[in-house]
Each structure stands twice: as structure tokens, then as C-alpha cells.
Nanobody, 115 residues
Framework: QVQLVESGGGLVQAGGSLRLSCAAS????????MGWIRQAPGKQRELVARITSSGGTNYADSVKGRFTISRDNAKNTAFLQMNSLKPEDTAVYYC?????????WGQGTQVTVSS
């Protein structure tokens, strides 16, 4: 069973930055795709960013140019750097690990952006 531990959420003013981290408990981390998904109250889950095992990335249009996903395979950790945050970025952010089609989820971390 793979465990994912997220950290880095919190309260920030609009225009500020936060960096989320997701530490995974698998030695297969380098073979996994990693993603960040968010869910705001009353809204559907949204894929924010994804990074493949080879480092390819894709982003939701709403965060392009502001968010950056990255990974450190030596530390089994994925990151989401969030800059120029907006109130509409307020949500619970979940880390997702895709290991050859098996999906694992973190517990979620709250990000709140005040106007």
C-alpha cells in the first residue's frame, strides 16, 4: 500500500505564494506519474497539474503560468509551486500517484486565498 503525505497548505493573501509537497512511500516513485487535483466547496474535482515519470507536464488552463509542478525522485516527493494566487484557487488540494494504472491519494491539504 502506497501512502502519500501532503504538506504546505495554509492561508495566504491574494497575490501570494505557497508550495505544496507530496511525499510517497514507494520505491517505485520514479516510475509513477504524479498529479495535483483540487476540490472547492460545491464544485467538481479539477486536475490542476500532472507530471509524468519522464518529466512531461500539463496544467489546467486556469493555472497556466502561475503554478509549476515538479518532482524529486531521490526524495520520492512531488511539489506544486503556486504563485500569484487568487481567491478562486481556494480548495482542498489532493496529491495523486499513478503507478501503472493503480491510483493512490493523499489526505488533502487546505489552501485558502483571501482577497
Amino acid at each position: 500500500q502506497v501512502q502519500l503525505v501532503e504538506s504546505g497548505g495554509g492561508l495566504v493573501q491574494a497575490g501570494g505564494s505557497l508550495r505544496l509537497s507530496c511525499a510517497a512511500s514507494t520505491r517505485m516513485f520514479g516510475s509513477c506519474a504524479m498529479g495535483w487535483i483540487r476540490q472547492a466547496p460545491g464544485k467538481q474535482r479539477e486536475l490542476v497539474a500532472r507530471i509524468t515519470s519522464s518529466g512531461g507536464t500539463n496544467y489546467a488552463d486556469s493555472v497556466k503560468g502561475r503554478f509549476t509542478i515538479s518532482r524529486d525522485n531521490a526524495k520520492n516527493t512531488a511539489f506544486l509551486q503556486m504563485n500569484s494566487l487568487k481567491p478562486e484557487d481556494t480548495a482542498v488540494y489532493y496529491c495523486n500517484l499513478d503507478l501503472f494504472g493503480l491510483n493512490y491519494w493523499g489526505q488533502g491539504t487546505q489552501v485558502t486565498v483571501s482577497s
